[in-house]
Nanobody
């Protein structure tokens, strides 16, 4: 069973930074895409950013220029560097990985942006 473990969330002031990590229990090259989603209270889960097998990246308009997704192949880990954080970035952030046969979710990590 594939496991994804997120870490790095927390409380940060507006304008601050956090780096989220998603550690997979198997090679990240087992997946054709790995993405970060977020869900704020009362809202639907939305895609924040993704990185494909070949390295292509994708960002939601709301985070372009502030967030950067990357991966460490040796550590089987995907990162989300979040800069210039805003209160509206407050949400639970989830890692998602898709293979040809299944999709996997992590347990989520809370990010709170508040002064």
């Amino acid at each position: 069973q594939v496991q994804l473990v997120e870490s790095g969330g927390g409380l940060v002031q507006p304008g601050g930074s956090l780096r989220l990590s998603c550690a997979a229990s198997t090679s990240i090259f087992s997946f054709f895409v790995v993405g970060w989603y977020r869900q704020a209270p009362g809202k639907q889960r939305e895609l924040v950013s993704s990185i494909a097998y070949g390295g292509n990246t994708n960002y939601a308009d709301s985070v372009k220029g502030r967030f950067t997704i990357s991966r460490d192949n040796a550590e089987n880990t995907v990162y989300l560097q979040m800069n210039s954080l805003k209160p509206e970035d407050t949400a639970v952030y989830y890692c998602n990985a898709k293979s040809l046969s299944a999709a996997y979710w992590g347990q989520g990590t809370q990010v709170t942006v508040s002064s």
